[in-house]
């Protein structure tokens, strides 16, 4: 029975944990009685730590293996001591790079896209940060047993940065939670829309393009004579962001129509999602987009940027002009907010299109990826 070491260690948001755990849940049920699983995590995901089965095992890590520089160091020099140790016969990392040091027949999930578009680093250190990943990013594309990527996007944006294919990999899309599922179909019918509402919901980071989307309520004001509301829901993890954006708000004379809301409950979150007519973000990277998916299960259209995976992601329930173009996220919000037809069009594609994102049916590529190498293992 193979036993598969799951390096956790790279995993630091929310966002991460839930991919991982998402799929994790699935790989654990699907391969019981075929599959044992270690998992090794640090303090910052304790969250994620439960009873999945008694093929997974959860071993805690040092604190410090939190930080990026110690966590590399634990990984090339104690973890290749601890493989030799438990005899593991796979592992599996969400971290999109290869550890040459284990030793091991490597499973690589590649969902991390920032260093592979130029022109976001805004330091020295992110500069060289970028260029060390790209570095490791080659690396796993040549070295890894099996490429695991959350989009085709991702696939594609690996192939172009190590200027080749990999031996083999699979498409394993991400799923959103099953509450937000049963949320979404509890909600219609229940929760009105606001005609004129427009959700933005993200980490806002300065790639995700948020001055785009408010220089676009402004050109609506002022050569359409609308006026939507824009909620910007999620945390700020640059304040110097931030307060540009606030600053632009007061600039284009948008206080009273844009609500900086942050971090929102979950139970206030799927309402926004309910009661807004087009969700909105002009991002620059995404490698998935997880909220755009779940306001689509509300019926909510998407505009977001035709850049990154979202186009892919989202398919026929939205709308994407480029990153930066305001005329162009101008033009589609005004479709959306005016049009009954586009939007009756586009909100049932949007349901549609969620419909395919529930975690037993995104799992199955990497079950099968798991299943596949048992079975030439033999």
């Known amino acids: 029975m193979p036993t598969i070491l799951v390096n956790a260690l790279s995993v630091l948001n929310q966002s991460g944990r839930h991919v991982l755990l998402g799929h994790l849940s699935r790989l654990a049920k699907a391969t019981r009685g075929t599959h044992t699983y270690v998992v090794y995590y640090h303090y910052r995901s304790e969250d994620m730590v ?14 410090f293996t939190h930080h990026w520089l110690f966590r590399t160091l634990w990984e090339s020099f104690t973890l290749p001591k601890l493989v030799q140790k438990e005899k593991f016969d796979f592992s599996f990392t969400p971290s999109g790079t290869h550890n040459a040091r284990l030793g091991l027949p490597q499973i690589v999930f ?3 896209p920032w260093c592979l578009v130029r022109g976001l680093e805004r330091s020295k250190i992110e500069h060289v940060k970028a260029w060390l990943q790209r570095a490791a990013y080659r690396q796993a594309m040549k070295k890894s047993l099996v490429m695991v990527f959350n989009s085709e996007y991702m696939h594609r944006a690996y192939t172009d940065n190590a200027g080749s294919e990999c031996q083999r990999h699979a498409i394993a899309y991400q799923g959103i939670a099953e ?44 050569t359409r004579n609308l006026s939507p509301s824009l909620l910007l829901i999620g945390i700020w993890p640059v304040p110097a962001y931030e307060q540009r954006i606030r ?7 948008l206080q009273n129509v844009v609500t900086f809301l942050g971090h929102v409950s979950q139970e206030d979150l799927y309402r926004y999602y309910a009661e807004s007519s ?29 850049c990154c995976a979202i186009p892919e992601v989202c398919g026929s329930g939205g709308i994407f002009p480029a990153p930066g173009d305001v005329a162009g996220t101008a033009g589609a919000l005004a479709e959306l907010l005016t049009r009954r037809d586009t939007w009756n069009r586009l909100s049932t594609a949007a349901v549609q299109n969620a419909a395919k ?8 590529p990497l ?7 048992r079975r030439e293992s033999i």
Request: proline share 4%.
């Open 357 to 364: 994102y529930h975690w037993d049916i995104c799992s199955q």
């Open 179 to 222: 509450e937000t599922h049963a949320a979404a179909v509890k909600s219609r019918g229940r929760i009105a829309r606001k005609p004129l509402q427009i959700a933005s919901v993200s980490a806002m980071a300065p790639h995700k393009g948020v001055e785009t989307v408010v220089q676009a309520l402004a050109k609506l004001r002022r």
């Open 50 to 63: 439960r009873d999945l089965g008694d093929n997974v095992a959860w071993k805690k890590c040092p604190d």
């Open 278 to 306: 087009v969700f909105c973000l002009m991002s620059q990277c995404e490698s998935f987009g997880i909220p755009a998916v779940e306001a689509q299960a509300f019926g909510t259209p998407v505009v977001s940027s035709n």
């Open 247 to 253: 600053r632009l708000v007061i600039a284009t004379g």
């Open 110 to 112: 590649a969902q991390n």
């Open 367 to 373: 079950i099968s990826t798991l299943q596949t190498l």
